[in-house]
């Protein structure tokens, strides 16, 4: 069964402080992985497709990375305004994109 | 360009009931999906319209269901309303259906409360 688990639920860091969150996947034949952002009470708001292992794709102070069973999103100097839940999504081969649970990210100054 | 935009954005309900939710995709896009983001449960895969079609439908049960409109809009519709479908419903447009979804656009959703 298709599947993406998101790490760690929630993460907490101070403003500057740099980390990493997870999405590992199981699923039959990857079409895409994507990672989106959401504020509270709004939807989802695009950040990046990733399609093969090793490929990279960066945005202000995001960075993403993908390999065969899991992909990161690395957070360079964080400040407030990137606390959001973070989500992180595949598309199987026959084109239904899976939602991980996503990782609430607080930033504190 | 105006985004998705969805309504109503708030809305409360008894059991059994029946409801409706629209959604209107950016100018263009063709795809329309739903999705439902319970508390706790991450966003749920309801049903995908192309070109007026319905091309795929998640594991929810036949009181879930909808139809897209000549304009590409789409309507959510939900009968016999249950406690657990408190929710909120997310509309997503894309310009590339399946296999190539790509990037989803989503509207600010719709928050059901059934009492």
């Known amino acids: 069964e298709d599947q993406v688990t998101q790490s760690p639920e929630a993460l907490r860091l101070q403003e500057g402080e740099s980390s990493s969150l997870n999405c590992s996947y199981t699923?039959?034949?990857?079409?895409?992985l994507f990672w989106y952002r959401q504020d509270p009470g709004k939807g989802p708001e695009f950040l990046f497709t990733l399609y093969s292992a090793g490929e990279e794709k960066e945005k202000e102070r995001l960075k993403a990375t993908l390999t065969k069973k899991e992909s990161f999103l690395h957070i360079t100097a964080p400040k407030p305004e990137d606390s959001a839940t973070y989500l992180c999504?595949?598309?199987?081969?026959?084109?239904?994109?899976?939602f991980g649970q996503g990782t609430e990210l607080s930033v504190k100054p | 360009e105006a985004g998705v935009t969805q309504s109503p954005t708030h809305l409360i309900k008894t059991r059994g009931q029946q409801v409706t939710l629209r959604c209107s995709p950016i100018?263009?896009?063709?795809?329309v999906y739903w999705y439902q983001q319970a508390l706790g449960l991450g966003l749920q895969f309801l049903l995908w319209y192309d070109e007026g079609e319905e091309r795929n439908r998640g594991n929810f049960p036949p009181r879930f269901s909808g139809r897209q409109f000549p304009n590409y809009s789409s309507e959510l519709n939900v009968n016999a309303l249950e406690l657990e479908d408190s929710a909120l419903y997310l509309c997503?447009?894309?310009?590339?259906?399946?296999?190539?979804?790509?990037?989803?656009?989503f509207g600010e959703g719709s928050r059901l409360t059934v009492l």
């Open positions: 997503a447009s894309s310009l590339d259906p399946a296999p190539a979804i790509g990037e989803l656009f």
């Open positions: 699923v039959s034949g990857l079409r895409g």
């Open positions: 999504a595949v598309q199987n081969q026959g084109g239904k994109l899976i």
């Open positions: 100018s263009g896009h063709t795809s």
